[in-house]
């Protein structure tokens, strides 16, 4: 019994050594795969030569009058680069597979990163994010069945889309 109360003493001990306030603040709140980074605007990447992807862009900007999204291909540098600052590695396949959604330091994808997205639409399209009662695999096998379908559906383009210049502003260089 002598060591069992020691042990729980150590471990006190150790817990009041390390002393974290809870609930933690944004300023202190680090993971080891996700670094926190300072980024106003919500990222979004998308395969540039998607017909349903390009398509899906000009939704969200029609859709976001505040001008809350970036946009970026996920062939870019920009996209690299914004994933890397995010602590993200991109899988390297010929063609993307996923849209990837960089938030408050943290990049999401494949139907996290389309529920993270439609949470900051207008009514109705907040509803959607009913979706997330699912499990993760559902959902995910569900945006994989679409992502593997639709250059056979929508189209594929032989090059990136270059934006007006008036929304030039929204897409990261």
Known sequence: MPA?????????AKSRSRHV????SANNRTTASAPIISEPHTIVLFDG???LCIGAVRFLIARD?????RFAALQS??????????GHELRATRT???????????????S???????????????????FRALPRGIRDAMYG?????RHRWFGRSESCTVPSPELRGRFLD
Do not use: K
């Open 21 to 24: 306030p809870y609930p933690p």
């Open 65 to 69: 009058p505040s001008a809350r999204f």
């Open 4 to 12: 069992r109360r020691s042990a729980i003493a150590w471990i006190r």
């Open 49 to 51: 030569a998607c017909n």
């Open 96 to 110: 993307p597979d996923t849209v990837v959604v960089i938030q408050d330091g943290r990049a999401l994808e494949r």
């Open 112 to 130: 996290d990163a389309a529920l993270a997205i439609v949470r900051h639409l207008p009514f109705p399209w907040p509803l959607l994010g009913a």
């Open 145 to 149: 069945f679409v992502a593997g379908n």
């Open 77 to 86: 540098e920009a996209a690299q680069a914004a994933c890397a600052r995010a």
